[in-house]
């Protein structure tokens, strides 16, 4: 744990997350004190020069976001923060919810500043209940203190928020989705375009943003955009919160500059698998991501890093398997999660993920042919649906197949015998 860099959890584990004293003790308000003295390009051109992206899952640039709202022209902005984590090991989100909530409230506070919204939205989820109440009861400090309201700290514009609560569906976590289910509609994705930023909220230009991009923005206001931008690997600078989970020694959170091999995450940092057996795989990003077997630990990570070997870093979720992993199994277990928790919008989705299920399910009653569709089935999925639900499920399955094909001729073999 000594070895962590941490920028975004500087404080979490050390303040009383609840005291507004200890937190500006500690370095809180100090981004937002300087952010309130300079213009909105200004604090847009800071955010872009820390190379900071959306710590969410797309890794998309946050600043060229909140240019986008920027420049939107409307009577209302709105910032909406993306606390749904539904991302299977994961629970950054969460923690800085419960450990450090100031910091997102000054995030969100600066991104108001930045794009001329004035109200903003916590999307949280209902099974968060430590993090909801914590949240709320920061919110409404910062508001008995002046931090919120109608004049920031007091002397800036107005900027108000409130926390809702989702229902527990993972497609409301897809910002679309989740800009429905806080309209009071049903989850489903809405197709794009229109961008959220141009007309997302009540149809208005909003920024949605993860709860990790937000919370990681007071530090960079506070020590410099360069500061933060030293950090990390290429395109992906500073430090990414990574959750190290499954069947692993030493699970929990390790903050460090993007660059670390994932091998060093999985081996050093987490201590190998708790089982004591070898890894078989490392499944990074949720449910939606590839897997990795060891063979590939030596990639670093980042976003193209990742990318390269047909694999996401998304919300930094590491998930440890070892050898008794039936990558069959989780192959099947990617389709079904997809096909339980598609909103049922586009047909490659809502209909190809159950016949996935179908087909995997004759691979593993010793069909080798059903191998083929099973790859045919994954490329429809992949180029026609509309979201990266349906978009992605094909990478769990296609790693599965593709590096552990003994799992799937195996199953088909003893079926047959
Ligand atoms: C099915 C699905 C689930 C998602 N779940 C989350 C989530 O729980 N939290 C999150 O921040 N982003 C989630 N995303 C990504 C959001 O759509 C969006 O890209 C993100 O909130 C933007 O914020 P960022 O730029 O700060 O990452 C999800 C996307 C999809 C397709
Ligand atoms: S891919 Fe799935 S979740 Fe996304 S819009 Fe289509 S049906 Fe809905």
Redesign the pocket.
């Known amino acids: 744990m000594a070895k962590q860099t941490r920028l975004t959890f500087a404080r979490c584990g050390i303040t009383d997350p609840l005291s507004l004293a200890d937190y500006e003790a500690h370095g809180g308000l100090a981004g937002l004190r300087r952010a309130l003295g300079m213009k909105s390009e200004e604090l847009v051109d800071e955010v872009k020069t820390s190379g900071l992206r959306?710590?969410?899952?797309?890794g998309?640039p946050?600043g060229i976001?909140w240019d986008t709202v920027r420049l939107a022209k409307a009577d209302q902005k709105y910032i909406v923060c993306?606390a749904?984590?539904?991302?299977s090991g994961t629970f950054a989100d969460r923690m800085i919810m419960e450990g450090d909530p100031f910091t997102l409230i000054e995030g969100m506070i600066i991104a108001g500043l930045a794009t001329g919204a004035t109200k903003g939205y916590i999307y949280s989820r209902s099974e968060y209940p430590q993090a909801n109440t914590i949240m709320r009861a920061a919110i409404a400090a910062a508001q008995k203190a002046g931090i919120l309201g109608a004049k920031v700290l007091g002397t800036g514009p107005a900027f108000d928020m409130e926390l809702r609560v989702g229902a527990g569906a993972?497609?409301c976590?897809?910002?679309t989705s989740l800009l429905n289910s806080l309209e009071g509609k049903r989850g489903v994705v809405r197709a794009k375009p229109p961008l959220p930023a141009l007309e997302g909220f009540m149809g208005r230009p909003t920024v949605?943003?993860?709860v990790l991009?937000l919370a990681t923005v007071p530090v960079i206001f506070e020590k410099g955009a360069q500061f933060y931008a030293d950090f990390g690997l290429g395109r992906s600078k500073g430090t990414m919160p990574i959750q190290i989970a499954g069947n692993v020694k030493y699970g929990g959170l390790f903050e460090t500059a993007f660059g670390m091999p994932l091998g060093t995450l999985v081996n050093e940092i987490g201590g190998g698998t708790a089982s004591g057996r070898p890894v078989k795989a490392v499944q990074v990003g949720g449910p939606l991501g590839a897997y990795l077997a060891p063979a590939k630990f030596d990639t670093p990570f980042g976003y193209e890093e990742f990318d390269g070997n047909e694999a996401l870093i998304g919300?930094a979720g590491v998930v440890v398997f070892d050898e008794t992993a039936d990558m069959l199994g989780m192959a099947r277990f990617a389709m079904e999660f997809c096909a339980v928790e598609s909103c049922g919008k586009c047909t490659p989705c809502r209909i190809g993920a159950v016949r996935g299920v179908e087909t995997i399910d004759r691979i593993a009653r010793g069909d080798a042919s059903a191998i083929p569709l099973l790859t045919d089935l994954c490329e429809t999925m992949k180029d026609g649906s509309l979201?990266?639900?349906g978009g992605f499920t094909p990478y769990p399955v296609m790693s599965a197949l593709k590096q552990f094909p003994e799992d799937f001729a195996t199953t088909a073999k003893e079926a047959a015998e």
């Open positions: 959306g710590r969410g899952g797309a998309f946050t976001k993306n749904d984590e539904g991302d993972y497609v976590g897809e910002e949605v943003n993860n991009s919300h979201c990266a639900l």
